[in-house]
């Protein structure tokens, strides 16, 4: 039990059982005001601190002379922050009882909560919120611990530093004594909307709102909620219906809302990634998903979507790593999975040898554009046509070898489209009959098989007749 709790409890029990005769001058009533002084003190204890006030000031009118009654109310006015008429009140007591070192400190310790309130004020104008909350906590509401004004601020300052329990919690005990208090309605509203417990929201400020229907800060709270809604709500609905340009716009506007609401936020911009990568706008969808990250980065469907967008921007090894973190996170996620398993194919594919590149054509070539394309470019490539850069020239001349193995057989080229690796599957005869360029008999040098109807035109090249 703190000091001031000890004092006021023993002067209680004095006053009820050892003094009442003596604590007024008037012995005509002491029975009056020990019943005052008794009723005070039940007041006290169940915060109704105006009844309280209202018994000492009738003591007082009676002998304005009560110290004790002076000295009780400067308590009561101290913990309610009432600071000047506490003041007063000591120092009227004070003059009627000098040397009272115990008053002396209780006055003392008034200034020094009377400061502390004023710097925190200062500081929660300068926006230094956790300095100011440690002057609330640690000396104003030490000392003046019914001062509303001071619970007050320390919610707000815990809402600025984004402690939203704790300003419901603190809240909550301000409505137990007021359930009317409009301040604590509109900041424990607050708080629930920036964790989206909107619901819970906007019942905070439609209850203030029936107190006071004007109250400006209510309406432009609760009316400002209604709208964010309705937005995001026009921005699901066009989703759903396959208006994705619309509801890209509708995303937007809701964001642009409140961009300090990151609860909500995370889930606009997931939705606004998912509309943007259906747009087939990789990298639109990459910075929403980023954002969406950077407010939740354990959201498993940004990272998932991110994953996807990615794809889009041909950005295949960054595809990966965030379909493989994402599946990692959510492995009974198929399609996760599936789309880990197309990346990784994609990603494979990229670093295999384009056998269309290679040979000049489309991925849509009929089969006649495919022989045509292999000719030129055999004759053109060919060795013994390259004299002065053979060494470069065989190696063309066996991709472009290559490129007609796999492209010219229906069978290898289905395969190819659909990502398998044959490369490793390549020049070990078959196909057309087994040819080597560049050896005969079983000497070294890369397999390769070649098929042509007619042969080259204008006939063979060394070794080469009859194609």
Known sequence: MDLFRARDLFFHLFILFICQPLVSSQDAKPGNVADLFKRVSENIQVKRFSEALNDL???????????????????????????????????????????????????????????????????????????????VDKVVLVFSSSCIKAKILKVKLMLELKDYSGAISESGFILKEDENNLDALLIRGRAYYYLADHDVALKH????????????????????????????????????????????????AALAMDPNHSAHNVHLYLGLCKVQIKLGRGKDALDSCTEALKIDEELVEALAQRGEAKLLTEDLEGAVQDLKEAYQKSSQDMSIRESLMKAERALK?????????????????????IKRAYKKLALQWHPDKNVDNREAAEEKFREIAAAYEVLGDDEKRVRFDRGEDMEDNMGMGGGHGGFN??????????QYTFHFEGGFPGGGFGGFDGF
């Open 205 to 252: 400020y439609q209850k203030g709102l029936r107190s006071d229907p004007e109250h400006s800060e209510l309406k432009k709270t609760y009316f400002g909620l209604k709208n964010l809604l309705k937005k995001t709500k026009s921005a699901e609905d066009n989703e759903s219906k396959g208006k994705f340009r619309m509801a890209v716009e509708d995303f937007k």
């Open 349 to 369: 594919m990229s670093k295999r040898k384009d056998w269309y590149k290679i040979l000049g054509i489309s991925k849509t070539a009929s089969i006649q554009e």
């Open 57 to 135: 000031n009738t003591v007082l009118e009676d002998d304005p002379n009560h110290s004790e009654a002076y000295l009780r109310r400067a308590s009561v006015l101290r913990q309610l922050c009432r600071y000047e008429e506490s003041e007063e009140s000591y120092k009227k007591y004070l003059e009627l009882k000098p040397g009272d070192s115990a008053a002396e400190k209780e006055l003392s310790q008034l200034s020094q909560a009377k400061n502390a309130l004023e710097t925190a004020l200062n500081l929660f104008d300068s926006k230094e919120y956790g300095k100011a909350l440690d002057y």
């Open 437 to 446: 360029p560049f050896g005969g008999g079983g000497g070294g040098g890369q």
